[in-house]
């Protein structure tokens, strides 16, 4: 661990910072009425300035200070993604307190497990739906003193002591008596303190709290602006919620560093709209929104009649064609301009992605064969490797150096090894976080003696250096006869079909392989109507023997890639609709494999 031991002493500072609530007093300084946010009000676009971000915050600190919120102290904030999320994020942070996010997708049993185990006196909430969470749950946390709502839209009659709404909050913080007290705690704030909680998401047990300091963060960005460009004039869009800790990283850190503008977009619901209107000129996403961009594209093909097929097919195969030549000759350079200019220009435009530099792909492993589509339309997906535990991004690749297949190079300043025991992966460098919240024993378990952190992941370090993970510890499947099998690539390649959005493949401890699949709703509603195959709702949808026969094929086709062992011998679709509301979803759309497995247990048992 020599690597990770040198960083331990050392001073990481960007532009002469070495906290995160310094670099943002200094970038709100600098820029001043140069806009910071723009939101849509009443569907108008509005712009907001970084003076707006500071003295907002400032009076949402002071306010907080005269609550009497304390140094190293967690405030929990239950919104989605907005400009007040982040006004009160930096406000605790700047008086020392620890924000944490809640996903508004939470329950209120869930709730009140997160205000418990952080021990959260304050709880800023967006509206009457979330402010409902509280008022179910509230004897259930009694710990919460101080309820905060944003928007008072449908709640002009309501009246509790322990709520207020975030207007009032302010004039509190307006009128203090020592203004100064602001600047004070935040020049208090040293690296090693936390300076964000963010909760994992409790695939394997109650979430855990992992605290992120200062200075973990400050490595990001000083290590990610080595490896990822960023300019001034950037446009961002802000979707993913901000409690994940990947859009904490792009929306609120990165910025920060670099003076972009961040848009909000107005829900999940969205999010394609919205790409369309701010066309961003970088934009992190999961698996999830490259595969459903990629059904959309797939959907207006099977519509655009033959003339129009014909020359979306010809303009991909020269993309294609284009992408994967490295001394690509004089005929190829020209076809591929036409192409861009009749067709891939166009299509770019229409996504939301044609001042793109870069595009990224982070949290679930991605199809190679997505990547090399976006490739082919003019759109560089780059895919990296990170979690909650690494601060964020601990590998990734770049448009320049894309090794596609793989999640990319170590940042400056992190190190990676596999356990010569397991294979597992361990990661080493100033990005590996402080620690979970209150629980000493999983910390323990999670960052080794000598400082590596252990990731639960499994893959190859390549002589170059670049990372390929090949799957998660405790996915790993062991058939009946003692072959051990990382269904990760299996259900990336079915992914990859614009008729599954999902897949979890099954066989610990069986004889065989089998797969519940989730189906694209859009592009299979498509397929049936353009066949006249009659269905009423989702589920008599999945019934279709078309359907069926359709899945079947893309399952064929997959297991044609893969060893007998690996082979995939039977499926099963899963009936309903999921959301993100749905326990078997995360709230960045992945299955949850062990709750699935239970739930689903009847359809498992159907195919043995």
């Known amino acids: ?21 310094a670099l943002w007093a200094d970038r709100c300084a600098r820029y001043g009425d140069r806009v910071c946010h723009r939101e849509k009000l009443l569907g108008i676009w509005q712009a907001y300035s970084w003076r707006d971000y500071y003295d907002s915050a400032k009076r949402i600190g002071l306010a907080l200070i005269a609550l009497g919120v304390k140094r190293g102290e967690p405030v929990l904030i239950l919104s989605e993604d907005r400009r007040e999320w982040l006004y009160c994020d930096l406000a605790a942070a700047a008086i020392g307190a620890i924000p944490g996010g809640v996903y508004t997708t939470d329950s209120a049993a869930q709730l009140a497990y997160l205000a418990n185990d952080s021990g959260a006196r304050v709880l800023f909430v967006e509206n009457d739906e979330q402010l409902d969470k509280w008022i179910a749950a509230r004897g259930e946390m009694p710990g919460v003193e101080h309820v905060v709502v944003f928007d008072r839209d449908g709640l002009a009659e309501y009246s509790h002591p322990r709520v207020m709404f975030l207007d009032e909050l302010m004039k509190i913080g307006a009128a203090a008596a020592d203004p100064d007290r602001f600047e004070q705690a935040l020049h208090e704030v040293q690296p090693e303190d936390p300076r964000m ?20 963060m400050i490595f990001q960005l000083t290590a990610g602006c080595e490896m990822l460009e960023f300019r001034e004039d950037d446009n961002l869009l802000c979707f993913l919620p901000l409690c994940h800790v990947l859009e904490r990283l792009v929306s609120v850190e990165a910025p920060l560093a670099n003076g972009c503008i961040v848009n909000f977009a107005e829900s999940p619901e969205t999010v394609f709209d919205n790409l369309r209107e701010v066309s961003p000129d970088s934009f992190a996403g999961v698996p999830r929104i490259w595969e459903k961009v990629y059904s959309r594209v797939m959907i207006m093909r099977s519509e ?25 000759s004089a005929g190829l350079k020209i076809a591929h301009r036409i192409a861009d200019l009749l067709v891939l220009g166009n299509l770019r435009r229409m996504l939301g992605f044609a001042n793109a530099r870069r595009v990224t792909s982070g949290a679930a492993p991605i199809s190679p064969e997505l990547i090399d589509w976006f490739d082919a339309i003019g759109v560089p997906l780059v895919e990296g490797f990170g979690m909650t535990e690494t601060s964020g991004v601990a590998t990734v690749n770049t448009v320049e150096n894309n090794h596609v297949g793989t999640v990319g190079a170590p940042l400056p300043g992190v190190t990676l090894k596999l356990d010569e025991a397991t294979g597992e992966l361990l990661v080493g460098g100033p990005t590996v976080f402080a620690g979970y919240w209150n629980k000493p024993e999983k910390t323990a378990e999670t960052i080794t003696p000598d400082g590596w952190l252990r990731t639960g992941d499994i893959g190859r370090i390549g ?12 996915d790993i499947i062991i058939t009946a006869g003692g072959k051990n099998i990382t269904p990760a690539e299996i259900e990336s390649k079915l992914k990859f079909s614009p008729y599954i959005s999902d897949a979890v493949v099954i066989g610990d401890r069986r004889k065989y392989l089998t797969c519940l699949i989730m189906i694209d709703q859009e592009n299979v509603e498509q397929f049936a109507q353009n066949r006249a195959i009659p269905f009423s709702d989702f589920a008599s949808l999945t019934r279709a023997a078309e359907v069926q026969a359709l899945i079947g094929e893309v399952v064929a086709e997959t297991n044609r890639h893969f060893a007998n062992v690996e082979q995939i011998k039977d499926f099963r679709l899963i009936d309903i609709l999921l959301t993100a509301e749905d326990e078997e979803l995360t709230p960045t759309m992945k299955l949850k494999r062990n709750f699935v497995n239970q739930r689903h247990g009847a359809l498992i048992d159907e195919m043995y």
């Open 304 to 328: 655009a009649g033959p003339l129009g097929q014909r020359a979306f097919d010809w303009a991909l195969r020269i993309g294609m064609a284009r992408a994967r030549a490295d001394r690509p």
């Open 463 to 474: 002589n170059d250096g670049h990372l390929t993970i090949t799957g998660r510890m405790k």
């Open 1 to 21: 661990m020599e690597m990770s031991r040198a960083f331990t002493g050392d001073v990481i500072a960007f532009d002469g910072h070495t906290t995160i609530v």
């Open 197 to 216: 909680l963010i909760y994992t998401s409790g695939t394997t047990g109650p979430p855990k709290g992992a605290v992120l300091t200062h200075r973990n």
